[in-house]
């Protein structure tokens, strides 16, 4: 048992390390080709960019709105890639957005994606199919919350790529 906690406190300082160079490289939109990312474990990249993630979002669904948080702070949000990683290997804030659990699985299906103007866009197909959506319609044009830092916000390139490679338009 103690080697497993001396393991994960290994993992989570190199996260925490991995984390604050993701912002550096955000804040200052450098190109993170400067960061090799394959030296990093899956696990350490993934907790890196989460906790950046969730933590520039605040904790909040940019495009639902839900922010819970539980004492132990657990959060109701992930850390979603705009660009899958394993196309681009890019972990920077632009390329990720904190989405709810429902909002993220939609998100990755096509079902909604996010404009150039930063409204969130609704596939027709999402009330297809005999499924109810909910208020997932509702949420048709209106504007993502993003990060305090305009910087931070998601790429436009990334955005598009999304629109035109994942987004279900009919």
Known sequence: MHAGLVEQGIINKE?????QTLLEISRHQQVQEDT???AY???VRDQAFRRVIVSVYDHRCAVCGIRMRTPDCHTVVDAAHIVPWSLTRNDTAQNGMALCRLCHWTFDEGL???SGTYAVLV????????NIP???MTLSGRGIIGPAEQMLWPDLD???WHQQKIFRKY
Do not use: C, G, R, W
């Open 15 to 19: 996260a925490f390390q991995y984390s």
């Open 36 to 38: 090799d990312t394959e």
């Open 41 to 43: 474990a899956p696990v």
């Open 112 to 114: 909604i994606s996010v």
């Open 123 to 130: 596939s027709k197909q999402l009330s297809s199919n005999n």
């Open 134 to 136: 909910s208020h997932m």
């Open 158 to 160: 990334a955005l598009h």
